[in-house]
């Protein structure tokens, strides 16, 4: 005679067995980085003589406080072959609890010292650059840049990350 128990196992290894083969059977979910980069503009288009304000959002998923940040950001390939746009970076500011604050360094090496850190775990800090465009700059072209970054915590870990790309800015003609 044939036990429930063994019967139940088996339908159950069938069933697991099912879900696997059709992709339905619950995954592990990964761990967030411990620190993660993100960017944003605040407009997808500008003119000759524009502006466009990025944004760049550092957010600790550690347990442990950032200590140290270093990030650089260059101009992605596609942005180097069209030497006819014209840009450069100007006013660095964080976001602070008490409103915007200025900060230095803006572009292409140590944006790092920007952030402000110590950032506890769990929070997050935003950085914004002007990006212009000069008046005599080429048009219908994009702009667009790429970053990497180190971070060192509190508990003597590090991570590095990137590359990280930015929204791409389209200089349209007027």
């Known amino acids: 005679m044939r036990s429930p128990l063994m019967r139940r196992f088996g339908l159950g290894a069938v069933l697991a067995l099912a879900l696997a083969v059709f992709g339905l059977a619950p995954s592990a979910s990964a761990a967030a980085a411990p620190a993660e980069l993100a960017f944003t503009t605040d407009s997808a288009t500008t003119t000759p003589g524009g502006s466009v304000k990025l944004s760049m959002t550092l957010t600790n998923n550690n347990t442990y406080d950032v200590w140290f940040v270093y990030q650089t950001i260059e101009p ?99």
């Open 76 to 174: 992605t390939w596609l942005t180097t072959q069209r030497p006819d746009l014209k840009y450069s970076f100007s006013g660095c500011s964080l976001t602070t609890v008490n409103g915007p604050a200025p900060c230095s360094g803006t572009g292409p090496a140590n944006l790092g010292g920007n952030y402000g850190a110590t950032i506890p775990p769990g929070q997050s800090r935003t950085v914004t650059l002007a990006l212009d465009v000069a008046p005599d700059s080429g048009c219908n072209g994009n702009i667009g840049f790429y970053s990497y970054f180190y971070a060192e915590f509190s508990d003597s870990t590090n991570v590095s990350g990137g590359p990280v790309y930015t929204p791409v800015t389209r200089v349209l003609c007027s």
